[in-house]
């Protein structure tokens, strides 16, 4: 009752939500994975921003170099003499100079745009006024400027190298574009955010089925619980196998043997009194069946689709990471090896892969200074591309020859082959041919085998013909370089 007599009702009190275990552990490892997977894109795109900027600064600082001793050593190919003024030099420099994508190189000529970049030049300086305006004080200078610049269209770094004559002021800019540079840097973190979704996603769904089987004897133990009363003391909790969840179930259900045997005490007193005073007592008995929950078959497919899905996301990483470790020094421990064991485990490895008409066109047998184990990751990599988009039955032939002070390692097939304006495509992370979108994995083998071939100073050849066939080549120096010289 209320204030002033007024009956107020009030309805049932609503109970909060409860969160289940399961639900907890569930949601941990998620959050865990997540964590992981955050933390590791970050290192990786920081670490990989940081080689990037080392790399432009390096170009930067090898043209400059190349530049001060044109200026200094070089002579005007007109008149066989030194340099007589920075109009020649700059012209002479530039004419010759070879660009990559995202660099430009202007000439100034005391104070004023003098040179500007070729026709065919793809990034060129001079069409940011802001940037030109930020470079331009510093070209009449006696020294070496650098830095970076922000304007309203992209982010750069700069090197202007001013070079005095009597009658003039020259000054060469070289401008990077720092935009353009880390474009592959997105496109590569884009994708490591999508394949990180897709594994968060793979690992709720995986972990909600496990913890639903680990948790299950805990359900079980609450079901007994449940199901003891007064009157039936013979529920007991399922003892399957031999971990801290199996312990407990042993303890409970002796816990329940105690319990059932003092009960059963008590009740045995009260039928004897009740016989002695002869009063007739009703005895309820009732049973409560058990439900074996176990279903092996259930568990055996659970455990397969785990293990499916654990593998998958191991593996990019696995790509990647072999991708964010090949910037490491010890991403590869050289030894002198000998060519032929080499070529004999990797042929004989090869064999497993897939049913091809495997032959050896040359096996050498000197020693190389490689890595053994990185050297045969990279190979038998090539060689498993060479069964995926090759016929059974075909031929796949390996060989490892010297030429020139050069080890030739080469894997050659006879399936689909590759279109001639894909071959470039195909060395980048991700990248795939035309035609091929049907077959299985990430496009990061290549990417992986060029991270191990470049890290012992080597390349990788690529030779194919569509509809013919295809021929892959790791080219390594014989010897270290210290050797070498």
Do not use: C
């Amino acid at each position: 009752m209320g204030k002033n007599g007024v009956v107020t009702a009030t309805g049932p009190r609503k109970e909060p939500r409860r969160v289940t275990i399961r639900q907890r552990i569930s949601l941990a490892l998620v959050l865990l994975v997540m964590f992981a997977l955050a933390v590791t894109g970050t290192l990786v795109y920081f670490l990989e921003s940081e080689a990037i900027e080392r790399r432009v600064m390096t170009e930067l600082a090898g043209n400059r170099q190349e530049f001060t001793v044109l200026a200094t050593e070089g002579m005007d190919p007109e008149t066989g003499l030194p340099f007589a003024g920075s109009q020649e030099l700059l012209g002479l420099y530039l004419t010759r100079s070879v660009l990559s994508v995202n660099e430009g190189e202007v000439g100034f000529v005391d104070g004023r745009l003098y040179w500007q970049s070729s026709d065919n030049a793809i990034f060129k300086p001079e069409s940011d006024a802001e940037l030109m305006a930020h470079i331009e004080p510093m070209t009449t200078l006696d020294h070496v400027s650098s830095g970076s610049v922000t304007t309203a269209e992209h982010e750069y770094r700069f090197m202007v190298t001013p070079v005095h004559f009597p009658t003039e002021i020259g000054a060469l800019v070289q401008v990077h574009d720092y935009d353009g540079a880390r474009e592959e840097l997105h496109q590569t973190m884009l994708a490591f955010v999508l394949v990180a979704a897709g594994a968060t996603l793979a690992v709720a769904a995986v972990s909600w089925l496990l913890v639903s089987r680990l948790l299950k004897p805990v359900e079980e133990l609450r079901v007994a619980a449940e199901s003891i009363h007064e009157n039936d003391l013979t529920s007991r909790v399922p003892e399957r196998g031999n971990d801290d969840l199996t312990r407990l179930s042993v303890s409970i259900n002796r816990m329940l043997d105690r319990v059932q045997t003092s009960v059963e005490g008590q009740r045995r007193l009260l039928d004897d009194v009740g016989h002695e005073l002869r009063t007739p007592l009703t005895i309820v008995r009732g049973h409560l069946e058990l439900m074996d929950v176990d279903d092996a078959l259930d568990v055996g497919q659970t455990r397969e689709l785990a293990l499916d899905e654990l593998d998958r996301m191991g593996r990019l990483v696995g790509d990647l990471l072999t991708l964010a470790k090949s910037q490491q020094s010890d991403f590869v421990k050289p030894e002198w090896f000998s060519l032929a064991t080499l070529t004999d485990q990797v042929l004989e490895r090869s064999r497993g892969l897939g049913d091809r008409s495997w032959r050896l066109r040359g096996i050498e047998s000197a020693d190389a200074w490689l890595d053994p184990d990185r050297i045969t990751q990279a190979w038998l990599q090539l060689v498993a591309n060479a069964v995926k988009y090759s016929e059974p039955g075909s031929a796949i032939t390996l060989a490892s020859e010297l030429d020139r002070g050069e080890v030739r390692l080469s894997v050659e097939d006879r399936g689909i082959g590759i279109h001639e304006a894909d071959i470039d495509k195909i060395r980048t992370r991700f990248g795939r041919g035309r035609g091929v979108s049907e077959k299985a994995g990430a496009g990061l083998g290549l990417s992986i085998v060029e991270s191990i071939v470049e890290a012992h100073g080597g390349r990788l050849e690529i030779e194919s013909e569509y509809g013919v066939g295809s021929r892959f080549t790791i080219v390594l120096p014989l010897a270290p370089e210290k050797e070498n010289t």
